[in-house]
């Protein structure tokens, strides 16, 4: 391959969306931000809403910072959606995934359709905050009744910008209506749960042309959209810079995703009770992961205590007792926003920890108990898919958080490499510059180009397993 090109990558977290810009050239890669904005979610009346128009606003103003561009790729979060209608009209503004519509539907549709068969069928972890979760609740109601379409984030935003509608396939597998062995949406299992299979668009892989940016955008370049791994782990995955197979990742942001990458699905029964998920992945992979609360409770924490100094708090706990006291992040109290500190305050009493008397102290139950899910799950993938792993990957935004990435790597007993933080881009760009027939191979191939261009950090791991242990087994987890 050869030649060069210049591509935007549009990435939407669940706090914040940027508009990044990559030149790739050869063994050469560049990247730059071109416009970062705010993603807050909208309270109306009882319902938590995505402000999906500022999105919009943010993303058209990023692409067009970004300059001429030979094509556009859309990633975002998971399991949320739009609803158009039949003139292709947004109806309403999406639900947020942390609103408490969904309260108790996961029991509801487990019991009508069982566990096993949902397992079996999507592969998929359950999540109170599913898209089949999501849609039961919604059962009845008039924006539901007058929907002609479903779309998810990513493939929204791909809508309104080339008027195409279509699913790609990595984000469609996060759903829990997706069949991960047919590689086709699940029907029978929503025809089951009452869910209207015409809702769902044609299914596409990352690196499809989806078709050029409509004119009338004024978009400089006059670009095309290419499908990436629109679930944003699956272009972090995508953009984890392992050499060979034996290799966890943890792509770390509001969310952890703790995984291995493999060629097929672990549907077995001991895979299910420990609630792992199997997506698609880039080139038909699989993303066999966990998700682990993230940096979600340290998000919260800052923004009850009117700070952004998560850095200086961060080095404030490096000198906090280590494992004093831990929490298990998985407890459904902390999935919601709200006064963090006190919950965190509340967990440790009610566990019998002792209970934090400080800021710094706070932020160091948060990070030692973060390590401890990290090891947890990085130990169950490789006892339940048979991998043995050699290092672990973090990447995103917890690869700067350099207590984390050494904690985690004395909590795994594993070398951390710490980085690309921006994997989610550079994974978006990669496809769409192998499209454009800029660079080739597969994935390994992609990710050697990682290597050899990204900046890393390797963390030896420290200090004594039996303590970690201990405190894995206060925690819950032993």
């Keep these: 391959m050869s030649g060069s090109v210049t591509v935007a990558a549009v990435d939407l977290g669940a706090s914040s969306g940027r508009v990044m ?7 050469r890669m560049e990247l730059a931000e071109a416009h970062r904005f705010t993603n807050e979610p909208v309270r109306v009346g009882d319902t938590l809403h995505w402000d999906i128009l500022r999105l919009w606003h943010g993303v058209q103003t990023g692409l067009r910072a970004a300059g001429p561009v030979a094509s556009v790729g859309v ?22 995934y942390r609103d408490a519509r969904t309260d108790g539907m996961a029991d509801q549709v487990a019991r009508q359709l ?17 898209t089949l979760y999501q849609l039961v609740a919604a059962a009845g109601t008039p924006q539901l009744a007058a929907a002609d379409r479903l779309l998810l984030i990513p493939d929204l935003i791909t809508y309104w910008l080339t008027g195409r509608i279509g699913a790609e396939r990595t984000n469609a597998s996060t759903t829990q209506l997706y069949d991960l062995r047919r590689r086709a949406w699940a029907t029978e299992l929503m025809a089951d749960a009452g869910i209207p299979a015409d809702l769902f668009p044609p299914l596409h892989d990352p690196g499809t042309r989806v078709g050029p940016v409509r004119p009338d955008l004024g ?9 990436v791994g629109s679930h944003d782990t699956a272009s972090a995955v995508a953009g984890v810079p392992a050499a060979g197979e034996r290799f966890a990742y943890i792509s770390c942001g509001t969310w952890s995703l703790v995984g291995v990458e493999l060629d097929a699905p672990v549907l077995t029964e001991a895979s299910r009770r420990a609630n792992f998920t199997n997506e698609s ?16 409770p340290l998000q919260e924490s800052l923004r009850a205590w009117g700070t952004t100094d998560l850095p200086e708090l961060v080095r404030q706990a490096a000198g906090e007792p280590a ?8 407890d459904p109290v902390f999935l919601p926003p ?28 948060v990070i030692d108990s973060l390590a401890l899910a990290h090891r947890r799950a990085v130990r169950q993938a490789q006892q339940l898919s048979g991998r043995d792993v050699e290092a672990v990957h973090v990447v995103g935004g917890g690869a700067r958080n350099e207590l984390l990435c050494q904690l985690t790597a004395d909590a795994c007993g594993l070398p951390v490499i710490a980085g690309p933080v921006e994997a989610t881009a550079l994974g978006n760009i990669l496809v769409q510059a192998r499209a454009a027939g ?4 597969d994935l390994a191939a992609l990710r050697s180009l990682l290597r050899e261009t990204q900046r890393l950090v390797r963390y030896e791991p420290r200090g004594d397993q039996p303590a970690w242990q201990a405190a894995e087994q206060r925690m819950g987890g032993g």
């Excluded at 978009?219 to 499908?227: C, D, M, S, T, Y």
């Design 438 to 441: 800029v660079v080739g191979g």
């Design 75 to 96: 990633d975002s979060w998971a399991v949320d959606y739009g609803l158009l209608d039949s003139a292709g009209a947004l109806l309403g503004n999406p639900v947020h």
């Design 338 to 365: 709200g006064d963090m500190p006190a919950r965190i305050a509340d967990a440790c009493g009610r566990a019998g920890e002792p209970v934090p008397d400080s800021r710094a102290a706070t932020v160091r139950c």
């Design 281 to 296: 992945g880039v080139d038909g992979t699989i993303r066999y992961l966990r998700n682990v609360m993230g940096l979600w």
């Design 219 to 227: 978009l400089p370049g006059a670009p095309e959209v290419v499908a």
């Design 21 to 27: 810009v990559g030149h790739v050239d050869g063994d």
């Design 323 to 330: 494992l004093r006291c831990v929490v298990d992040l998985d």
């Design 114 to 130: 069982g566990p096993e068969r949902l397992y079996a069928t999507t592969g998929l972890q359950q999540l109170p905050f599913n």
